[in-house]
């Protein structure tokens, strides 16, 4: 299943609310699951089931599904949000994952 | 605490061979599902093997497929990730990961190991 990220980079300021779309070549149900990673670090979950919120996660982030398209959104953006964001399918092996969406400050 | 922590990597010569280690605390091991992820320079996230809490199905991704083996120690709490006929593309970081897979997600990464595959 190869899941197609968009778009792959965009520039954004404090406050704005952000949409990155995540998109499955196949039906996924809610199999999915989002990650923030800033350089040099692991990756950090975010979201699960497609909108479950990861406990201890702002509120500012929301995901939405199920099915084949997909949305992580920021609601407001903070400093502490300048990262790449990557999707990932649980539905089906092999596992994939998104190319990836960075998010850097305008 | 929660702690993963991969070794293991260091810079081999195409065609040579490594072992990972994850050395996990903090959770029961044995009742947990494990995976690898791997992240090539300046790349994103590849989902590389996983295995079940018991280790008796494993999972790879095509690229690795008949060249990786994941199995694990129960009674070591330790991840292993052995691979084989390593290739330039096998340059990456290699993460190892708990995969919660009631609801299904990564929740847990180790900080992971660098291979480095060059002649």
């Known amino acids: 299943i190869q899941l197609t990220q968009s778009p792959s980079s965009l520039s954004a300021s404090v406050g704005d609310r952000v949409t990155i779309t995540c998109r499955a070549s196949?039906?996924?149900?809610?199999?999915l699951a989002w990650y923030q990673q800033k350089p040099g670090k692991a990756p950090k979950l975010l979201i699960y089931a497609a909108s479950t919120l990861q406990s201890g996660v702002p509120s500012r982030f929301s995901g939405s599904g199920p099915g084949t398209d997909f949305t992580l959104t920021i609601s407001s953006l903070q400093p502490e949000d300048f990262a790449t964001y990557y999707c990932?399918?649980?539905?089906?092996?092999?596992?994939?994952f998104g190319g990836g969406t960075k998010v850097e400050i305008k | 605490e929660v702690q993963l922590l991969e070794s293991g990597g260091h810079l081999v010569q195409p065609g040579g061979s490594l072992r990972l280690s994850c050395a996990a605390s903090?959770?029961?091991?044995?009742?947990?599902?494990m995976s690898w992820v791997r992240q090539a320079p300046g790349k994103g996230l590849e989902w590389v093997s996983a295995?079940?809490?018991?280790?008796?199905?494993?999972y790879y991704a095509d690229s690795v497929k008949g060249r990786f083996t994941l199995s694990r120690d129960n009674s070591k709490n330790t991840l292993y990730l052995q691979m084989n006929s390593l290739r330039a593309e096998d340059t990456a970081l290699y993460y190892c990961a708990i995969y919660g897979v009631s609801p299904r997600y990564f929740d847990y990464w180790g900080e992971g190991t660098l291979v480095t595959v060059s002649s």
């Open positions: 903090g959770f029961t091991f044995s009742s947990s599902a």
């Open positions: 295995i079940t809490a018991n280790g008796g199905t494993t």
């Open positions: 990932q399918q649980l539905n089906s092996y092999p596992l994939t």
């Open positions: 196949q039906d996924i149900s809610s199999f």
